[in-house]
């Protein structure tokens, strides 16, 4: 602790691991992530772990739901194509409710796509990603710095809960040097308590089972109940998240990962310029915070999201505001935004915010706040926002500008708004 | 009275689920008699296939793990690799092992494991059905080649312990019959080989057991230990393939 190295996001992350005690990886080469499993597969074995180069995402996933059966803190990681093969995989872990971290350093989609940076897996990350009703909890660093010391976290979450934990990053995070801290002790995989449900040598204790199906009448539908009320407590007590400049805001930008980075750039020039603009990052994606963003948009009545992707991180806020404030939109989704085009977003949101006048004085009128959606109005909330300006009455704004912004090559074609 | 046999330790006291004359229930006992034996049961770990041995899990007296369709020998490299002290065995049907699985059956017996696998070939697709499997004899009658198995159609069977035995990591293959009790006892020799191959840290090692489905076959079971050694022994001759002592075989 304490010491300060210059590490690739992706060997960070590696290291981090192997601090935290992962003494079990395997996986399979994909770019942007190769450096993890090169780290890994000297690493390793001088801290007398494994490593295994498998043969497929789909044995890779699978050799590490052996290994986490057996109670060792367990790694793998991939890149979006690879992550769809390990689906299958996860949900059986989640299924069977082991605890293990894996990485997706995302890179372009769908299909093959590139392997420039992108956030096109948040839908898959954020809502289980495989069959069946189960969840992933998901870090998002923005940072070399978070990437060496999420691992720790999502091995101590994984195991709180008994169930997969990720760091969803992508290809600028996984390859681009930046100092990096361990801010948590090493851990000895040797000084670890048994569990009670580790598979391994039994010596007079009667046999343990590892399982993921329930063919009993009633019975799978009780264990899922289960798992839902452990699912509920996480949204309770697990919410990470970061703000900047929120306080006086009048525009507040979301943004996680790479892009929360770049549009904390550019909120930066719109300081510069005197515009009240804010950042609202969330680092875990699941649990979401939207309690903290609802709450937020009691008194900020504008949000600018910036994503790479389609407009899928997007529904999250959509839903977590429902319908309180304006949620506007730029989207790259197979591109990297440059902190002076957000900019120019921001300033463009930031005229539409004064010309429509005092938004916060209007909003102050009592109305409803809860999470819930005003069911009264028998308007879906996601049809408010995505409307232009069927708002509900305290606010007399109109607002003409569509929610999706185009992205530049839909602009060049022209005659588009 | 003097007790001559009884049900062994590795085998949990309860029903098992199999129909009449299926082979599974057997090859079940050899198992659990052999880690009796060795005296590895209390650090055996066994993975349970998908498909009709999917309770497995249930009925060997081990700690055991159900995996996905085919990915046994990954999931048991996982476990071998992270607990090298227990003795992992994986037990699949052939479906699971030469169909969807095949490339971990391949890559693990490539990498050599120190795995034990207990391979069940009964020519089809037994818990979904009756459905054609990669070792579906030809011309034999399946739900998904009612007219039976055309070459043109749906290719040729697939001989497993043949085709793995180029493969320098697989260090024991050996295929036997449980039709009868004399093949039986040979197939009971093979399973105890394939896990002191692994106490002893041979590798890869792999037992194909020719076995019974009376049900999806549409025959009585004495009928089907009949087509066994009829129909299929011609096709997938018995014998040990790859053995660390075999010249030929890693060791």
Same mark, same amino acid.
């Given at each position: ?63 590490? +739901? ?55 897996? +948040? ?10 009703? +189960? ?141 009240? %603009? ?71 949101? +930031? ?7 005092? %938004? ?14 005003? %069911? ?42 | ?41 209390? /650090? ?26 085919? /990915? ?8 071998? /690799? ?159 393939? /790859? ?9």
């Amino acid at each position: 602790m304490g010491e300060k190295i210059l590490m690739k996001g992706n060997e960070a992350m590696a290291e981090g691991a192997v601090r935290a005690g992962c003494r079990f990886f395997s996986g399979y080469p994909i770019t942007p992530q190769n450096e993890v499993p090169e780290y890994m597969s000297w690493r390793l074995p001088e801290v007398g772990g494994a490593f295994i180069q498998a043969e497929s995402e789909v044995a890779a996933i699978n050799m590490i +739901y052996g290994a986490a059966a057996t109670g060792i803190r367990s790694m793998t990681s991939s890149s979006s194509p690879g992550i769809s093969l390990k689906q299958e995989g996860i949900s059986y872990c989640a299924g069977a409710d082991l605890p293990f971290f894996f990485a997706n350093v995302v890179r372009g989609g769908p299909g093959l796509g590139n392997i420039a940076a992108s956030q096109g897996d +948040y839908h898959q990350s954020v809502r289980g990603g495989g069959h069946g009703d +189960y969840r992933t909890i998901v870090l998002a660093p923005n940072s070399v710095d978070e990437m060496g010391n999420f691992p720790m976290k999502c091995f101590e979450l994984a195991e709180k809960y008994r169930m997969p934990a990720m760091i969803l990053a992508d290809g600028i995070l996984g390859q681009m040097m930046e100092p990096v801290e361990f801010k948590f002790e090493t851990v000895d995989p040797k000084s670890r308590k048994e569990k009670g449900w580790e598979l391994g040598v039994a010596s007079g204790r009667g046999k343990r089972i590892v399982k993921s199906y329930d063919l009993r009448e009633n019975e799978l539908e009780k264990i899922n109940f289960i798992r839902m009320k452990k699912y509920q407590e996480i949204e309770a007590r697990e919410v990470l998240y970061e703000t900047r400049n929120c306080q006086d805001a009048d525009l507040v930008i979301v943004a996680y990962g790479t892009s929360s980075r770049i549009a904390s750039a550019a909120m930066k020039m719109a300081r510069d310029k005197g515009l009240k %603009v804010g950042l609202f990052r969330p680092i875990t994606l699941w649990p979401f915070p939207s309690r903290e963003l609802a709450k937020m948009a009691e008194k900020v009545k504008n949000f600018l999201v910036v994503e790479m992707s389609m407009g899928q991180f997007v529904q999250d806020v959509r839903l977590a505001i429902n319908g309180q404030a304006v949620v506007d939109l730029y989207a790259r989704p197979a591109g990297i935004p440059a902190s002076e085009e957000v900019f120019a977003e921001i300033e463009k949101v +930031y005229k539409k915010i004064k010309k429509a006048g005092p %938004v916060k004085k209007a909003a102050a009128t009592p109305r409803p706040r809860s999470v819930q959606a005003p %069911v009264k109005k028998s308007k879906p909330a996601a049809k408010k926002t995505a409307t232009k300006s069927k708002t509900p009455k305290a606010r007399p704004v109109k607002r003409s500008t569509p929610n999706v912004k185009r992205v530049k090559a839909a602009k060049k074609k022209g005659g588009r708004k | 009275m003097e007790l001559l046999n009884k049900k062994p330790a590795g085998l949990v006291d309860m029903k098992m689920h199999y129909c009449p004359g299926c082979g599974h229930g057997i090859v079940h006992r050899l198992v659990a008699e052999s880690m009796d034996e060795l005296g590895i049961r209390e /650090r055996t770990v066994g993975v349970a296939p998908v498909g009709c041995s999917v309770f497995a899990d249930s009925y060997f007296n081990c700690d055991m793990i159900q995996g996905p369709h085919g /990915r046994g020998p990954a999931i048991a490299t996982g476990i071998k /690799r992270s607990k090298p002290e227990c003795i992992v065995f994986s037990y699949q049907g052939d479906g699971d092992l030469a169909s969807i699985g095949m490339g971990e059956t391949i890559h693990s017996a490539a990498r050599s494991e120190n795995i034990t696998i207990i391979f069940i070939n009964n020519a089809i697709y037994g818990m979904t059905g009756g459905q054609m499997a990669p070792t579906t004899l030809v011309g034999q009658k399946a739900s998904t080649c009612p007219a039976g198995r055309d070459t043109k159609v749906n290719g040729f069977p697939i001989k497993v312990c043949e085709l793995l035995t180029p493969l320098e990591g697989a260090i024991y293959l050996e295929r036997t019959s449980i039709h009868n009790a004399q093949h039986v006892i040979k197939t009971k020799k093979a399973i105890k080989k394939a896990f002191q191959n692994q106490i002893d840290g041979k590798g890869f090692s792999m037992v194909e057991v020719l076995s019974t489905c009376p049900t999806n076959w549409g025959m009585t079971p004495l009928d089907g230990a009949k087509f066994v050694a009829e129909k299929m022994m011609p096709l997938y001759p018995l014998g040990v393939f /790859r053995s660390p002592e075999k010249e030929g075989g890693a060791n």
